[in-house]
C-alpha cells in the first residue's frame, strides 16, 4: 500500500488541487439572482442578466465559472425590491398639511451600471429614498387635499412613478410601481376640513338648486307662451266652440267633488252669465 501510495502520490496531488480548483471556480446561479462577474475592480460579465418578457429558465441560470482570486462575484437580486418612504409632511395648494406615507417597487435591470455607480442594491434603495420624497412632496404640493381622495390620486402615483424611474435609472433600475399608502390631515385639522368641505359642498348644492330654478321658469314660460298661441289659434278658427271648451273645463273643475269635504255649494243668480251654456237650447 505504501508503495501503491508513492508511486500516485503525485498524481492525487494533482486531482486533488483540481478538483479544489473546479470546486472554487464554480459558480451555481439560481433563477432569483443576477451574478456579476468583476475583473480588476470593473465588471466583466453577467450570468441570468434580467431580460424583460423572457421565459423561466432562458437567461443563464445554472452553473458557470470563474477564475478564482482574479475574478470575484457580485450577487444582485433579480426579484422586485422595495422603498419605503418615511412619512413626509406636505403642503397642498388648499394650504393643508398632509401626512403622506408612500413606497415604490423597482428591479435592477442593469447590473453593470449597478456595480459601477452604487456596488449593491442596498445602496440603491438608500439612494432612491430621498428621491422618492422629493418626488412625492413635488408632485402631491401641486394638488388640492381633495384630489388625493379621488380619482386623480391615480394619475398623481403615475406621475411619482415617472420622475422616479428618471431618477432611478442611472442606477441600472427600473421603477415597476409607486403606491401612496396614506394621505391624512393631522389629527387636529381633520375635524375644520370636514366642515370646510361641508361647506362647500352645501354651497354646490345650492348653486346646482338656483341653476335648476332658473331653467325650470325658462321651460315653465316657454311652455305657457306656446299654449297661449295654440289658445290664440284655437279661438281665432272657431270662437264659439273655443268658448264653449272653456265653459266646459270651468264647470267640470267647480262642479266636482272637494275630496272628502263633500260637494260644494254654489249661490248664482239664475241670469248669472256664467250658466249661460245651462240656459242655451
Avoid at 24 to 40: F, H, K, L, T, W
Amino acid at each position: 500500500m505504501n508503495d501503491i501510495w508513492q508511486k500516485y502520490t503525485g498524481a492525487l496531488v494533482v486531482a486533488a488541487v483540481v478538483i479544489v480548483g473546479l470546486w472554487a471556480s464554480m459558480i451555481v446561479v439560481p433563477e432569483d439572482q443576477q451574478v456579476v462577474i468583476v475583473r480588476g475592480g470593473k465588471p466583466n460579465r453577467v450570468y441570468n442578466e434580467y431580460v424583460a418578457g423572457a421565459p423561466y429558465g432562458a437567461t443563464g441560470a445554472g452553473v458557470h465559472f470563474h477564475v478564482p482570486l482574479w475574478e470575484s462575484v457580485r450577487r444582485i437580486d433579480k426579484r422586485l425590491l422595495s422603498v419605503d418612504m418615511s412619512q413626509e409632511q406636505v403642503l397642498s395648494t388648499d394650504q393643508q398639511r398632509v401626512n403622506v406615507d408612500a413606497f415604490a417597487r423597482y428591479r435592477i435591470t442593469d447590473p453593470i451600471k449597478m456595480i459601477e455607480t452604487a456596488r449593491t442594491s442596498e445602496n440603491v434603495t438608500q439612494q432612491l429614498m430621498p428621491i422618492l420624497s422629493s418626488v412625492v412632496r413635488q408632485e402631491l404640493g401641486k394638488r388640492t387635499f381633495t384630489s388625493m381622495l379621488t380619482a386623480e390620486r391615480g394619475q398623481a402615483m403615475a406621475n411619482i412613478r415617472d420622475l422616479l424611474d428618471n431618477q432611478a435609472k442611472q442606477y441600472g433600475a427600473r421603477i415597476v410601481d409607486v403606491r401612496i399608502k396614506r394621505a391624512d390631515l393631522p389629527d387636529g385639522a381633520q375635524a375644520s376640513a370636514f366642515n370646510r368641505m361641508v361647506a362647500s359642498r352645501e354651497e354646490e348644492a345650492e348653486t346646482i338648486k338656483a341653476q335648476g330654478q332658473r331653467d325650470a321658469q325658462i321651460i315653465r314660460a316657454s311652455a305657457e307662451a306656446e299654449a297661449a298661441g295654440i289658445y290664440a289659434k284655437s279661438y281665432g278658427k272657431d270662437p264659439g266652440f273655443y268658448d264653449f271648451y272653456r265653459a266646459m273645463q270651468s264647470y267640470d273643475i267647480s262642479f266636482a267633488k272637494d275630496g272628502d269635504a263633500g260637494s260644494k255649494t254654489l249661490l248664482l243668480s239664475p241670469d248669472n252669465a256664467y250658466l249661460k251654456h245651462f240656459r242655451e237650447p
